[in-house]
């Protein structure tokens, strides 16, 4: 199994590019503007992008085996849980708001489509921050843990670090620095699969190689 962990760095590299990608792509617009936009397609890209980047969580773990402390082990279980609940979150935004867009009345059409989804969703859109917060703080610890290890480079946890605080104050922060903070991550998971990929491909070369 763990021969073949370097197949799990191409997910981890493509999730890493469609990622940031798809939320500058995110279209932030009045519940009456939706339909003008690529909403819906901009969040399956996004769910989908999380769900590469939980196979290369998955292979990260795997890579690092018994090395990996207590730290990274707790990161990687909250980060998967907040990633699986980020992905659901994305799913029921991008189907959700354009159907409430339809149904809602006429002083509800200016208002932010996410505003929207949240109060219509009432204690359920309350559970989703909590696990939004459970998606950053598994990433800062995860990246606190790659700063403390060797087995991927140190930049990996740098970037994943810096990412993982800039992406989760989303709503503190201009929408510029949480795109900043989503490349961050992405670049931290593209960096994550080049290791997983070609740095295996390049041992299997050096053993393939014929002696003369």
């Not at 196979?55 to 849980?81: C, D, H, Q, W």
Request: charge should be neutral.
């Amino acid at each position: 199994m763990i021969k073949q962990l370097h197949w799990s760095g191409i997910p981890c590299i493509i999730g890493g590019i469609v990622f940031p990608f798809a939320l500058l792509q995110h279209p932030i617009v009045a519940l009456g503007q939706i339909h003008n936009t690529p909403y819906t397609l901009v969040h399956v890209l996004a769910g989908t992008a999380l769900g590469l980047l939980l196979v290369g969580l998955f292979a990260l773990y795997a890579r690092s085996g018994t090395g990996m402390k207590p730290l990274g082990r707790f990161g990687v279980l909250i980060a998967s849980i907040g990633t699986v609940f980020e992905i659901a979150y994305l799913l029921i935004d991008g189907f959700g708001a354009p159907t409430l867009a339809l149904a809602s009345p006429a002083p509800l059409q200016g208002v932010d489509a996410h505003a929207v989804l949240l109060k219509s969703l009432g204690p359920v859109g309350m559970m989703f921050l909590l696990f939004e917060l459970c998606f950053v703080v598994g990433y800062l610890m995860l990246a606190l843990a790659k700063l403390d290890a060797h087995v991927f480079p140190r930049w990996t946890g740098v970037w994943l670090l810096s990412g993982a605080l800039l992406f989760g104050l989303q709503t503190l922060l201009p929408q510029f620095v949480v795109d900043l903070g989503a490349a961050l991550l992405g670049l931290g998971f593209i960096e994550m699969g080049f290791v997983l990929f070609f740095k295996r491909r390049e041992r299997g070369d050096e053993n393939n190689t014929p002696s003369h």
